[in-house]
T-cell receptor, first 116, second 111 residues
Framework: GAVVSQHPSWVICKSGTSVKIECRSLDFQATTMFWYRQFPKQSLMLMATSNEGSKATYEQGVEKDKFLINHASLTLSTLTVTSAHPEDSSFYIC????????????FGSGTQLSVL | GENVEQHPSTLSVQEGDSAVIKCTYSDSASNYFPWYKQELGKRPQLIIDIRSNVGEKKDQRIAVTLNKTAKHFSLHITETQPEDSAVYFCAASRPGNQFYFGTGTSLTVIP
């Protein structure tokens, strides 16, 4: 299957700082990327849908000013958690849908964010 | 929008037995149904998928069946092994749309 790279794998930061997470499709062009948040032993909660060259579409209840998403190219999307607080601590996963095998969805390795 | 329900939430089976996980969906326009396996702290990995023009698909010990009329699809794992222990998620999607995930099934294979 296609490869989606996500960095960093884990990050610890102080409350009030911002954290950037990168998601790259390594061997295919991703017209659409999705960002999820996952709590322990729970399903994937969609935060936003990111389309290359346009503004992200956020799910209800997700603060777009807090979770900044940029999809500047067909292979890179970034999620920036601004002014992070302890309640933002979570496992964040990106996924990418390709243009070739358009219906398949591949996931990044996830980022465990801990805000102190 | 689409609503995907998944059962059971937890499942324990003896090694060598079969495991079945079921999902239902609500949107008749959904036409793509993947299954993902997620081990603790790792990414969900696509293990098998089925499209709406097919009723069944098999890949070694894993099979998926789809009943479009009833809007349900199932994952079947035969001859289970301890390494099959993980959380499994079903999903439903249609072209150009997001993926809707089930709530997950935690499978434990007892040696």
């Amino acid at each position: 299957g296609a490869v989606v790279s996500q960095h960093p794998s884990w990050v610890i930061c102080k409350s009030g700082t911002s954290v950037k997470i990168e998601c790259r499709s390594l061997d295919f062009q991703a017209t659409t990327m999705f960002w999820y948040r996952q709590f322990p032993k729970q399903s994937l909660m969609l935060m936003a849908t990111s389309n290359e060259g346009s503004k992200a579409t956020y799910e209800q209840g997700v603060e777009k000013d807090k979770f900044l998403i940029n999809h500047a190219s067909l292979t890179l999307s970034t999620l920036t958690v601004t002014s992070a607080h302890p309640e933002d601590s979570s496992f964040y996963i990106c996924s990418a849908r390709g243009t070739g095998d358009a219906e398949k969805l591949f996931f990044g390795s996830g980022t465990q964010l801990s805000v102190l | 929008g689409e609503n995907v329900e998944q059962h059971p939430s937890t499942l324990s089976v003896q090694e060598g037995d079969s495991a079945v996980i079921k999902c239902t969906y609500s949107d008749s326009a959904s036409n793509y149904f993947p299954w993902y396996k997620q081990e603790l702290g790792k990414r969900p990995q696509l293990i098998i998928d089925i499209r709406s023009n097919v009723g069944e698909k098999k890949d070694q010990r894993i099979a998926v069946t789809l009943n479009k009329t009833a809007k349900h699809f199932s994952l079947h794992i035969t001859e289970t092994q301890p390494e099959d222990s993980a959380v499994y998620f079903c999903a439903a999607s249609r072209p150009g749309n997001q993926f809707y995930f089930g709530t997950g099934t935690s499978l434990t294979v007892i040696p």
